[in-house]
Structures are given as C-alpha cells and as structure tokens.
C-alpha cells in the first residue's frame, strides 16, 4: 500500500485518510472534493493516473487542512507517529507538511516500528524537516529542484530561505559538487533525483544518469510539476520498480506530458497530468526497453 | 489543544530563536505566541547569539512570518529572529528567466512568473510549505498591481520568498514600458 501524507489549502479540511479517485481537475477522498493545484494534490494526482495505467491499486493518502498555521500539520505527525506500525504502508509518502524537527523524528521512530520499514520518500517542507533533523539517510528519495539541492549541500542549514548565499548561487549543472556534499554530511536519501534543466538521478552518491530531453524550460514555472515527479516516482515504486528505475521513469514521463500539454507558463498542473496516460502508452514500454508487466507488489 | 500544542514541548527542535532586550518582552512574547497556539520554549541564548537579556524563545523557524505579523498587531517588541544554527541572514539575492512573453523571478525556493503585457500573475512554483498552495491559489489570474502581499496572507518561510519574488515582479513591471 502506497500512503501519501500532506495538506490541503482548506483550512475546515478534517483530517481524513482513504482511497484517493483522481477526475480531471479534482481528487475525491470519501466524500469530499479537493482542487487539483500544486502540492500535496498534484502529487497525488500524478500518482492516481500513474498507479491507474499501470493496474495496481491506487494511493491511500493522509490529507488535512492547513493553511500554513501548522494545525493540520501537527494533527498529521501525531497521527502518524501514532499509527505508522498498523497501517504498515509499503511507500511512505511525506509532503506539505509544515516543518518540525521534533515531530519529524517522532514519524520516523515510528517508521522505524513497522514491521517492515517502508520505503520512505520526502519532498518539500518534509524534505525540508528531514534534512534539517538529520534524518535523511532514513530515506530512501528525496526529489529536490536545484535551490533545494543547494540546501541539502549545506551543512547547517535548516530551511531553503536561510542557506549560505554562495550555494544558492549554484546552479543545475554543479548538482555533483552539490550532490557530493550532501552525499558526506549525511544530507541526502538513498536516492536523489534532482530536478532541473538536466534531471540527475543519484543514487548513494554516484550520478547513474542524466536526463535532458524533452527540453521544456516553461515547466519550472508551472506550479506543481515537482510534485508530479514525486508521485510518479512513488507510483512506479509502488508497482514495484527499483527506485532508480522508478527516478529515470518519473523524470522522463514528467517532461513528455510537459511537450504533450504543450506547456507554457500560464499552463495549469491538472493540464501537464492529464498527458500522463498517452505518454506511458506511446513510450514506458521504449524506455523500460520491454512491454513486460511490472512486477506488481502483493501489500 | 491538540496533542502537539503547548504543553508538548518537551524537547522541541524548531530550529529556530527569537531574540529579545530584556525578560518582559520575552514573557509577553511568549504569551502571545501560545494564545495563538504556536509551538514557544523559554530557552537560554547560546553565549555567541545572545543580544539582549538571557531569555530568547524557541519557535518553528519556518513559522517567522506568521510571528512576525502577529508581533506587529499585537505590539510585541524583539531584536531579531535567527535559526539556531547556519547562516543569519535571509537570501537577499534573487533571479529572474525571461520566457518571451512571461518573466519569472525566483527568490529562495519559490518562483512567480508574470505576463510581461498584462502584469498578472501566470504561475506560482516551488517552495513546500503548506502555505504556498493557498497563496497559489490566491495570487494566480491577479494583477501584481492588484493582488494582496504574500506575506500579509502567508505564515512561513517560504511565504516569505515568494513575497520577495512578488515585491521584486511588481518593480520589474513598474520599470517596463507598457504597450
């Protein structure tokens, strides 16, 4: 099972957990209706088309309300610090969630219960709070872009906003060097795939690959499109792909949707995850080398 | 309260010190961020950091902007916000990408993008904070001449990036010859 845990920009949202239903511009958990924008939505949004074309079941996801007051946040590590071990998810998705050292460490001790630890992936804020709390290695992806690739290269950093100004200067094609010190402060997941003009896949510190085309420059300025990489990634993991091959996957699906939605930079997300399927149809049996089926997981 | 309310913070990491002159101001900080149910811990100032009296509070860093509005209305005075650890200071710098007929402008972790004929705003990317896709929501199909400050509605760090790729738009469209 592939649980996927962030917040939704309503703040009456209750916190809600179940089966995830993906229609065009929207998601349904139970009863309720939640827009398809960036963040914790398209990254589910991404992984419901994923999971969908692939025939594995589709994402649980743990979502709230939080407008940013950390409330809902707080709700959602508490529960999870609570009820990691019985939900026993095999992909563990954490995202929008506000970050908080201490209540990071709490999820992960929890994660740690379980009686398989899940395959643990963090984007975002709660890439963010990993990082900063010195849990990363506890992770199996981190999906950052090139500015959050320069704050896991700095050692003492605790948030994007407060990196050393020389690292920010960095830019995508000194993700090595960057990757590299990471890689030795102990700052990075098993596996990076760091997003940008080039996508690098990582993996415990050496660069397994390069991804450079389609070349669509208009995709770093639509919101979202991150956050489809990370559902794609968690998709493919959940149909139970390698994590590289699951990354060099994500990175290339991400970028053709982007050619086929002919992305601009008023383009919505729901737009670039609508060209998912055709995608995968036309081109996942190519890159895959084989049309064989995946091998599904069984929990 | 929830669970992880006022009461739970025993061993707190947030990451982040409010700094202030003297022990009054610290207490009635204190008292206004837990009305407001954020997360506070009276601690001691590391001796390099201390800047005042021997009393600072610890905070979620990334919640500052939403403390730092509410010390504004609540008339709450402070020297500084700072993280415990790593660089002081904010990013300053920021970046712009010209797509033909649409600027971005990157502060940070967050990016806006703009229509360069029209000045509204076509795009808001990046960042990870909960805020952001409210502020998304919010900001997108809005003039920058119209539109309300990211950090009057936001309440994080990266709220405060975006602010900073907005107050830098609105100038880049101020300055450019309009049709």
């Known amino acids: 099972m592939m649980l996927i845990c962030g917040t939704i920009p309503q703040e009456d949202f209750p916190l809600s957990i179940g089966t995830v239903k993906f229609s065009g511009k929207s998601l349904t958990v139970g009863a309720r209706e939640i827009l398809c924008l960036q963040g914790t939505a398209a990254l589910t949004g991404a992984a419901c088309v994923t999971t969908e074309y692939l025939g594995v079941n589709p994402p649980q996801a743990l979502l709230v309300g939080d407008r940013g007051t950390g409330k809902g946040s707080r709700l959602l590590y508490e529960y999870l610090s609570k009820n990691l071990p019985p939900l026993a998810p095999r992909v563990l998705v954490l995202h929008y969630i506000l970050p908080v050292m201490g209540l990071m460490k709490k999820v992960c001790e929890s994660a740690q219960r379980c009686h398989q630890k899940p395959i643990m992936i963090a984007d975002a804020s709660s890439m963010y709070a990993a990082k900063a709390a010195g849990l990363a290695t506890r992770f199996d992806v981190f999906t950052p872009d090139a500015c959050e690739m320069a704050f896991l290269a700095d050692p003492d950093a605790t948030h994007p906003a407060y990196m050393s100004r020389h690292l920010f200067d960095s830019d995508i094609t000194q993700t090595p060097e960057l990757a590299a010190k990471a890689y030795q402060n102990r700052s990075a997941a098993r596996l990076l795939l760091v997003k940008g003009s080039v996508d690098y896949i990582v993996e415990e510190g050496k660069i397994i690959e390069t991804i450079t085309e389609p070349d669509i420059p208009e995709l770093e300025a639509i919101g979202g499109t991150g956050d489809t990489i990370t559902g794609i990634v968690a998709a493919f993991t959940s149909a139970g792909l390698e994590l590289n091959e699951a990354a060099i996957l994500a990175a290339r699906a991400n970028r053709m949707a982007g050619r086929y939605a002919r992305a601009a930079p008023a383009s919505r997300i729901w737009e670039i995850i609508a060209q998912l399927p055709a995608v995968f149809r036309e081109h996942l049996c190519a890159w895959r080398g084989s049309c064989g089926e995946m091998m599904v997981a069984t929990r | 309260m929830g669970a992880f309310g006022k009461n739970k913070k025993e061993g707190f990491e947030g990451g982040g010190l409010i700094l202030f002159r003297n022990v009054e101001e610290a207490i009635k900080a204190e008292k206004v961020l837990k009305a407001a149910d954020y997360m506070v811990k009276l601690v001691a100032p590391p001796p ?12 979620a860093l990334v919640e500052q902007t939403g403390i730092e509005r509410l010390f504004r209305e609540k008339d709450v005075h402070y020297v500084e916000i700072i993280p415990m650890k790593g660089s002081g200071e904010l990013l300053e710098i920021v970046k712009v990408k010209d797509f033909g007929e649409a600027m971005m402008v990157k502060a940070g972790n967050m990016k806006l993008t703009f229509d360069k004929k029209l000045g509204t705003i076509l795009n808001i990317s990046g ?19 119209c539109a309300i400050r990211p950090r009057e509605n936001g309440f994080t760090l990266c709220a405060l990036m975006l602010d900073r790729a907005f107050v830098e738009s609105l100038e880049i469209w101020n300055r450019m010859e309009k049709p």
């Open chain 2, 127 to 145: 960042g990870g904070c909960p805020d952001i896709p409210y502020l998304h929501a919010e900001l997108i199909d809005k003039k920058l001449t």
């Open chain 2, 48 to 59: 390099l950091l201390r800047k005042g009296c021997d009393l600072a509070l610890e905070i």
